[in-house]
């Protein structure tokens, strides 16, 4: 039950677009199609951003997209606003187990 | 659609409590749960699941033969016995919901209730 591998910050200006990295193995993000990622706001509760490594909740901005390549799942967020700014959680299912990434900041210039 | 967590507070090392989740706005036995936790100034780290009607419970390594997971849907309400507590157990412990419509998504989290071990 080793955590993901999250980057611990990145940042952007508004406008611009990142990428938020999350690297596991053959055991939880490579074996199943069920990464999530969530953003916390200070003080807040977790909130989910993406589900079955590409799909968006109801509500959730276009803005927030999900992709996955073999052990390695990613979140992009695009046209950077500043209420993006907080932190970012990747999450898989490993079969019986929930594995979380060790979560990164994401600032807004 | 909601969840509210309650039952932490302060408690000596080794002693105990029973955290509770209440569930409202949908149908709560249909749905598997999550408790979660975060350590202060930590990141999320899944503490346990158990399945719509209890069949399938599963725990975390760190937890494993202290923390009971239960959970009564003709109550509504899911719960954690937490026992022999550690220092390294502080932390806000959520419960959430793990989505069927978002399948395997956590789509509903509670507020969170505090539990601090400390003597």
């Known amino acids: 039950q080793s955590a993901l591998t999250q980057p611990a910050s990145v940042s952007g200006s508004p406008g611009q677009s990142i990428t938020i990295s999350c690297t596991g193995t053959t055991s939880e993000v490579g074996s199943y199609n069920l990464v999530s990622w969530y953003q916390q706001h200070p003080g807040k509760a977790p909130k989910l951003m993406i589900y079955e490594g590409t799909k968006r909740p109801s509500g959730v901005s276009i803005r927030f997209s999900g992709s996955k390549s073999g052990n390695t799942a990613s979140l992009t967020i695009s046209g950077l606003q500043a209420e993006d700014e907080a932190d970012y959680y990747c999450c898989s299912y490993a079969g019986s187990d929930w594995v979380f990434g060790g979560g990164t900041k994401l600032t807004v210039l | 659609v909601q969840l509210v967590e309650s039952g932490g507070g302060l408690v000596k090392p080794g002693g105990s409590l029973r955290l509770s989740c209440a569930a409202s706005?949908?149908?709560?036995?249909?749905?598997?749960m999550n408790w979660v936790r975060q350590a202060p100034g930590k990141g999320l780290e899944w503490v346990s699941s158990i399945s719509s009607s209890s069949t399938y419970i599963y725990y975390a390594d760190s937890v494993k033969g202290r923390f009971t997971i239960s959970r009564d849907n003709a109550k509504n309400s899911l719960y954690l016995q937490v026992n022999s507590l550690r220092a390294e157990d502080t932390a806000m412990y959520y419960c959430?919901?793990?989505?069927?419509?978002?399948?395997?998504?956590?789509?509903?989290w509670g507020q969170g209730t505090t539990v601090t071990v400390s003597s």
């Open positions: 959430a919901r793990i989505g069927i419509d978002y399948y395997y998504g956590l789509d509903v």
């Open positions: 706005g949908f149908t709560f036995s249909t749905y598997s």
